[in-house]
């Protein structure tokens, strides 16, 4: 009987996918809440640890959905600790900058979104970095089978 072979064990997909959907609601509720209490403590505007734990909790819920989807498609190759650092350090300037630039517009949308394009423009930039990075070909791929 003929075993079928996959090259990846789906449960292990789904433990690492879940994996980097919490990691993205730590990462991302701590990017946003640290952004808010930074410009809060800059302008003086609303001293409210309340509104720095809601801040935090829709960084969390954007960072529970975009995270696994921008690791398993953009960022395969760049190592977990790096792509989180730099996702959340840029994330929390472009919020930071978004305020600054924006909040005479909309005070939620325009931090939001320029510190949505500071997060996909540091994964754009990290996968780039990573593209050369060595992956397993088909060539490794049958040396492995033919074992």
Not at 109 to 114: A, E, Q, R, V
């Amino acid at each position: 009987m003929k075993h079928a072979m996959f090259r990846y064990d789906p449960v292990r997909v789904v433990v690492v996918t879940l994996g980097l959907g919490l990691a993205g609601a730590a990462f991302g509720g701590l990017s946003a809440a640290i952004a808010l209490a930074t410009v809060m403590a800059l302008t003086g505007v609303g001293k409210s640890l309340g509104l720095v734990a809601l801040a935090g909790e829709i960084g969390a819920i954007l960072g529970v959905i975009s995270a696994p989807l921008v690791v398993w498609v953009l960022l395969r190759r760049v190592p977990l600790g790096r792509a989180f650092l730099w996702q959340t350090l840029s994330t929390t300037l472009g919020g930071i900058f978004g305020w600054f630039a924006f909040s005479s517009m909309d005070v939620i949308f325009g931090p939001t979104i320029t510190a949505f394009v500071a997060f996909m423009s540091s994964a754009v930039f990290l996968s780039f970095c990573y593209d050369r990075a060595p992956a397993l070909t088909t060539a490794g791929f049958a040396r492995f089978k033919a074992r």
